[in-house]
């Protein structure tokens, strides 16, 4: 089937330890994003990818890093400078001007 | 800078119910695309519709219906004789002007729509 998987599902993480979010998709999307959600809010844009071995900063990327060295995979790396890394982590993808699809997302607790 | 507007944060209705989800959206660009997402509580966004700015017919699919009125910036989604899989926060979004092959979006808030029996 194709789609975008995410991994894990639920991360704890400590003060001070940075922990990296898995994306695949075999979709063959050129874009993929990365979006987090905090309750009450709606989804900001942390970074975002159009091409392998390229990524733009969204509205919110500090304290995040990412890469793109395959077309199908964007890991997302929150580092221990992110102050508030608590939150609902999504991955999308998408073709030009088209609609995103999104994976199932990974729900990172700061301990 | 663009911004999506629902300012319905939560609404709650009885099964068979028609309801509304309002989005009021602010853009500065003439092409442009709209689209509603579900977010069931499993946490996975489904996408639902993809609307072009040049296109200002309203669709219908199902019991979903979408009210695209470009005078007024609105994008409204309407639910039909609810029913309880319904239930779910569903967003509304816009599109930046595409720069390359990744299209980025502005999302509200979200409203969150509670079906009971």
């Known amino acids: 089937d194709g789609g975008i998987t995410q991994s894990p599902k639920y991360l704890f993480r400590k003060e001070g330890q940075n922990v990296t979010l898995s994306c695949e998709q075999n979709l063959n999307h050129d874009a993929m994003y990365w979006y987090r959600q905090d309750p009450g809010q709606g989804l900001r844009l942390i970074y975002y990818s159009q091409i392998v071995n390229d990524f733009q900063k969204g509205d919110i990327a500090e304290g995040y890093s990412v890469s793109r060295e395959k077309k199908e995979s964007f890991p997302l790396t929150v580092t221990s400078a992110q102050k508030n890394p608590t939150a609902f982590y999504l991955c999308a993808s998408s073709i030009t001007n088209r609609e995103q699809f999104f994976g199932p997302g990974t729900r990172l607790t700061v301990l | 800078a663009q911004k999506v507007t629902q300012a319905q944060t939560e609404i709650s209705v009885v099964e068979k119910e028609d309801v509304t989800l309002d989005c009021v959206y602010e853009t500065r660009d003439t092409t442009y695309y709209l689209f509603w997402y579900k977010q069931p509580p499993s946490g996975e966004l489904v996408f639902l519709i993809r609307?072009?700015?040049?296109?200002?017919q309203n669709e219908i699919s199902g019991r979903y219906s979408w009210n695209f009125q470009k005078s007024t910036s609105s994008f409204n989604f309407t639910i039909t004789a609810s029913q309880v899989v319904d239930s779910a926060v569903y967003f509304c979004?816009?599109?930046?002007?595409?720069?390359?092959?990744?299209?980025?979006?502005?999302f509200g808030t979200g409203t969150r729509l509670q079906v009971t029996l």
């Open positions: 609307r072009n700015s040049f296109d200002e």
């Open positions: 979004a816009l599109s930046e002007p595409n720069t390359g092959t990744a299209s980025k979006l502005t």
